[in-house]
């Protein structure tokens, strides 16, 4: 182990380890071969619904120290540093959808309404995703909307592609 004191002699405070701590994981995060991230640009929105809920999945599990992190951000740092990646979020999704709109092979069967931002969609579709998986697998509240994972996103699918009311209205 390490000592108190001699984690001291290479940071300056909890701050500055803290720090160390979420860019050190956070290259990793936002690397190209992330879950998330390779499903977001290499698959066409709204088609791939499902296939971002695997990859939500996927990268809460393999990540789940960076995801924690961000917590303690929330909690000792008021979040001063996480703010910052967040604070560019739009525009990370809206490459990625350029991205894969831009590959031949990538054009999606089916459409955005027309009233409804692209961009914001598919925030809405991963981050719902990602907060569900959040819940199940960081805060260990297993089955908390009844349904296993598999169900689940199935579920969130379903309901982003027609809605929640009879007859689609």
Do not use: C
């Not at 990268?59 to 560019?88: C, P």
């Not at 350029?98 to 054009?107: D, I, L, M, N, W």
């Not at 819940?135 to 982003?160: C, P, Q, S, W």
Request: zero cysteines; glycine letters at 8%; hydrophobic letters at 45%.
């Amino acid at each position: 182990g390490v000592s108190l004191g001699n984690i001291y002699n290479y940071f300056g405070n909890k701050e500055e380890l803290f720090v160390s701590l979420l860019e050190s994981r956070g290259e990793e995060y936002f690397r190209p071969d992330q879950p998330l991230i390779k499903a977001l640009s290499s698959t066409a929105f709204p088609d791939n619904i499902e296939q971002l809920g695997f990859a939500s999945r996927e990268t809460v599990e393999k990540f789940s120290a960076y995801i924690l992190l961000i917590y303690v951000d929330v909690v000792e740092f008021k979040a001063r540093h996480v703010a910052k990646l967040f604070s560019n979020m739009r525009a990370g999704y809206a490459a990625a959808l350029k991205s894969a709109e831009a590959k031949p092979h990538q054009k999606p069967r089916s459409k955005v309404a027309p009233d409804i931002d692209p961009v914001a969609a598919l925030m809405m579709v991963t981050w719902n995703y990602y907060n569900y998986f959040v819940m199940e697998k960081l805060f260990k509240v297993k089955g908390h909307y009844g349904l296993g994972d598999n169900e689940a996103i199935k579920l969130f699918a379903r309901i982003f592609k027609k809605g929640i009311l009879a007859g689609g209205k």
